[in-house]
């Protein structure tokens, strides 16, 4: 291939030769030795010898470091007896790249060599055979190498690595590699005789070579400080276990899709499977299944899949028949093979094969993604899979199993420190059969809360990253689950959330609130239903919802502690919310009388709710605190109110009018 390269870039006619420059240019640095005839041919074949020799040369060295191809080279061109002339002109100073040496040995094959009055197609073909030649002894050294077992290095490696039980051996033998890895890597300091090369990355006492630059993962060559200072070496030197091992490592790069430091940096969490009690071969079998087809989880398709329509409603499915029934979300199509581009870390074994040990590394889906973003397919896979399988499960970020056996762990499901979201919500990170569905409940709606409020699908973004805030504040108080419906509804322009997704939210809250006790809801609920004894909304707006709520509150703000007490402040807020309901009558006022209510029982309601709001809220809870009645609090507690006033509006309705679209009960 180099031979016709030349005669392509250095053709026989057309271009002058460049010989006589360096000729003269030799002449003039004093490069040959005394009395040697520069007066040779200047010719576009001296050009085509010394080019096609300076290069092949060079790639044959590289190849064969030991092997003498000057020589070789000479001898065939019949010019042995150049060769002290040949060393003392490549060995010169001022060079600069140019091959002056293969320029004088081509101007002297043609002037009084063998090549004298050749033609251009007999110089061709003496390129040719020299071109053979080289090839023919480097072909020769391939095949024996062939020939040699490089595998005894690896078995050392195995040996030293791998230990059953007190090696007394084993350990004798290591101490002795230390010794000689310590020794090589003093040796490799030194300069001239006696110095050794040492690997660049492990510095171990294995075979060492030059690395082959199609063993680079990154880049055509990595800068490496383990090389001698002031050399003109740059390619470093590593051994046949590192070799290996990035060998390995570009076949699982080029199969799972990412390249470069995106494949280093991708931010790999593993789950570990391990049997409740034993596996069986019926087990077994299901779980290979379900590991060579196992896929990351579309969140947009699994609310989908957990969306129901039922009595004209919106409902999501959390039940366990539900969540075991997501096959087709899980598990990608059956294929004879596995696919070719595999974004999850697996192993693959021959069918027939039998295993009893599966792991499995689940990359997250976006570049550069956060550490939040890297767990949220691992905890959701962790918590469902021992759902659907007879499985415990360890999720962690170790590439090493933490666990040798499945009876050392006692409970189903283990998050070895995962984010702080997970840990949030989930509250522990070891998980006992009984309590795996909740958190699972828990998990997903906290997910699907997210991807209300926090994710950007125009843009494709689920913005993961945003959800360590969410998991913190649902956990700290359910209440918050209905600041990112607020949040949701504000981000789609409405004036008020529907029906459905209100209803939606307090099955959200309920899930929070089973799974941290408690119930902070009964406060809201309360205030609700003692509001809508005397008074509904006529507008569809937040604002007409929780006009009572935000009477009572301005008027504790603006009454002064001095001339009010507790008795005092409840007379306040009934006396403005009887004003507000005078004026309401009067078609002055936004809203409307509760329907079925006379004057007598909207008074009875409003001193009911005047004194719970104002002794239970503001000063058996806030504990009088006014600054409180401005904060987050109460703003949290009126989105509360409002779903729940939403909720029971469209249930008065619905048993009224239960042919009616939903929509009339907010007319």
Not at 33 to 48: A, F, K, S, Y
Not at 416 to 428: I, Q, R, T
């Amino acid at each position: 291939m180099i031979a016709r390269g030349t005669f392509k870039v250095i053709p026989s006619e057309g271009k002058a030769s460049s010989a006589g420059k360096r000729f003269e240019a030799m002449a003039q640095k004093g490069m040959a030795p005394t009395g040697v005839d520069l007066e040779l041919p200047v010719d576009i074949r001296v050009d085509q010898l010394a080019e096609f020799c300076a290069m092949a040369v060079s790639i044959a060295e590289v190849a064969m470091p030991d092997k003498d191809f000057v020589g070789l080279a000479l001898k065939e061109l019949s010019l042995t007896g150049e060769r002290e002339t040949f060393d003392v002109i490549a060995n010169a100073k001022g060079q600069g790249g140019v091959p002056y040496a293969w320029y004088y040995t081509a101007g002297a094959y043609l002037g009084h060599g063998k090549g004298r009055g050749a033609s251009p197609e007999e110089w061709q073909t003496v390129i040719e055979r020299l071109a053979e030649t080289i090839a023919h002894a480097i072909e020769n050294k391939t095949a024996k190498e062939l020939n040699v077992d490089r595998w005894d290095d690896l078995r050392v490696y195995v040996q030293r690595v791998l230990t059953f039980g007190l090696d007394t051996e084993n350990t004798a033998s290591l101490k002795e590699t230390a010794a000689l890895e310590l020794a090589r890597y003093s040796a490799a300091k030194a300069k001239g005789r006696g110095a050794t090369t040492v690997c660049s990355l492990c510095s171990s006492a294995y075979e060492i070579e030059p690395q082959r630059e199609a063993g680079l993962l990154f880049a055509p060559q990595v800068y490496t400080n383990k090389q001698p200072l002031h050399g003109s070496k740059a390619i470093r030197n590593i051994c046949t276990i590192c070799e290996i091992e990035m060998m390995l490592r570009q076949i699982l790069m080029n199969h799972g899709g990412a390249l470069g430091s995106r494949f280093e940096g991708r931010r790999v969490r593993y789950l570990y499977f391990y049997p409740t009690y034993f596996f069986t071969p019926e087990t077994l079998a299901q779980l290979r299944i379900l590991y060579n087809r196992l896929k990351r989880v579309s969140f947009t398709s699994l609310r989908k899949a957990l969306l129901i329509e039922q009595n004209g409603h919106t409902k999501l499915r959390l039940d366990a028949g539900s969540l075991q029934k997501l096959q087709p979300l899980l598990m990608e199509p059956e294929t004879d093979g596995p696919p070719q581009k595999d974004k999850m870390f697996r192993l693959h074994f021959p069918e027939k094969q039998p295993v009893t040990f599966y792991f499995l590394g689940v990359p997250p889906p976006s570049r550069d993604a956060k550490d939040a973003e890297a767990w949220v397919n691992p905890a959701f896979l962790a918590l469902l899979l021992p759902l659907a399988l007879d499985v415990k499960v360890v999720a962690s970020e170790s590439p090493l199993p933490l666990l040798t056996e499945a009876d050392e762990l006692d409970e189903t499901v283990f998050l070895d420190a995962p984010h702080a979201f997970v840990s949030n919500l989930m509250g522990k990170e070891r998980i006992t059969l009984e309590g795996l569905l909740p958190q699972l409940q828990a998990l997903t709606a906290a997910y699907c809360i997210h991807m209300d409020a926090n994710a950007n699908f125009k843009k494709a973004d689920y913005r993961w990253h945003a959800i360590p805030p969410l998991a913190r504040n649902v956990a700290a108080d359910s209440l918050y689950t209905f600041y990112y419906l607020k949040k949701w509804q504000r981000s789609n322009d409405a004036d008020m959330a529907p029906v459905d997704k209100a209803r939606l939210y307090l099955q959200f809250e309920s899930i929070f609130t089973a799974l941290k006790g408690g119930n902070p809801m009964s406060h809201a609920r309360q205030l609700t239903e003692d509001y809508m004894q005397f008074y509904r909304h006529k507008r569809r707006n937040s604002n007409s919802i929780l006009r009572p709520i935000s009477i009572a509150s301005r008027a504790i703000l603006k009454a002064d502690p001095r001339l009010f007490d507790r008795e005092g402040l409840t007379e306040a807020v009934r006396g403005e919310l009887r004003d507000f309901m005078d004026r309401v009558g009067k078609g002055s006022a936004d809203g409307r009388f509760a329907p079925g209510s006379n004057w007598e029982s909207r008074e009875v309601a409003m001193r009911r709710f005047a004194e719970y709001f104002v002794g239970t809220i503001f000063h058996d809870i806030m504990r009088g605190d006014k600054s409180a009645l401005r904060g987050k609090q109460l703003n949290l507690m009126k989105n509360a109110c409002e779903v729940i006033y939403r909720d029971a509006a469209t249930k008065e309705w619905d048993d009224k009018h239960p042919d009616d679209e939903e929509d009339s009960a907010e007319e």
